[in-house]
């Protein structure tokens, strides 16, 4: 899973670096040469939509995600156990269902419209690269969830630190 988000990662970094140099030559032709370019944000659309795919598949595999552990606090090491087992759970399917639905719109493609305004840049790639980033991110939680059992008596190795 780490080699699949760090090719997510990657692809988010180049999503980056493009956005970056559109984003400098949209103003410098905006502003200094007084003639925008025409479909400048449709391409900053979509590397940005690269560059969050990137970000959600390598956050999933690194425990990049800001969490405040309160639960203890209130209800010890059994209450931090159940609701870890219910938010991963629920994170699981949660992650699953936006993946498939992300499948199914890029699925439809030019037939539902599902293109950036000015240039027709089809989003279905941008769909999948999303669906994508959210299964491996579901599947990541899922294999966080069953760990979590297999070492429901002892430390899990994924519980957040406190």
Same mark, same amino acid.
């Given at each position: 899973?780490?080699?699949?988000s760090?090719? *997510?990662?990657v692809? @988010?970094?180049?999503?980056?670096?493009v956005?970056? $140099?559109?984003? #400098?030559?949209? +103003?410098?032709w905006? !502003? $200094?040469l007084?003639?925008?370019?025409?479909g400048?944000?449709?391409i900053?659309? &979509?590397?940005?939509?690269?560059a +969050?795919? @990137?970000?959600?598949?390598?956050?999933?595999?690194?425990g990049?995600?800001?969490?405040?552990?309160?639960?203890?606090?209130f @209800?010890?090491?059994?209450?931090?156990r159940?609701?870890? $087992?219910?938010?991963?759970?629920?994170?699981t399917g #949660?992650?699953?269902?936006?993946?498939?639905?992300?499948?199914k719109?890029?699925?439809?493609?030019? =037939?539902?419209g599902? &293109?950036?305004s000015n240039l027709?840049?089809l989003?279905?790639? *941008?769909f !999948?690269?999303?669906?994508g =980033?959210?299964?491996?991110f579901s =599947?990541?939680?899922?294999l /966080?969830?069953l760990? @979590?059992?297999? /070492?429901?008596?002892g430390?899990?190795?994924?519980e +957040? =630190?406190d």
């Open positions: 899973m780490k080699l699949l760090a090719v *997510f990662a692809a @988010g970094a180049l999503a980056l670096a956005l970056a $140099v559109v984003t #400098v030559v949209g +103003v410098f905006r !502003y $200094v007084r003639d925008p370019i025409f400048i944000e449709d900053a659309t &979509m590397a940005l939509t690269v +969050v795919a @990137g970000a959600i598949a390598w956050g999933a595999t690194r990049s995600h800001v969490s405040v552990n309160v639960i203890p606090w @209800g010890g090491r059994k209450l931090t159940i609701t870890d $087992v219910l938010a991963r759970a629920i994170s #949660v992650l699953l269902m936006a993946s498939v639905a992300l499948f719109k890029g699925s439809c493609g030019s =037939a539902c599902a &293109m950036t027709s840049i989003h279905e790639p *941008f !999948y690269a999303l669906g =980033a959210m299964a491996l =599947a990541t939680m899922l /966080h969830l760990i @979590g059992l297999a /070492h429901w008596s430390d899990d190795p994924h +957040v =630190a």
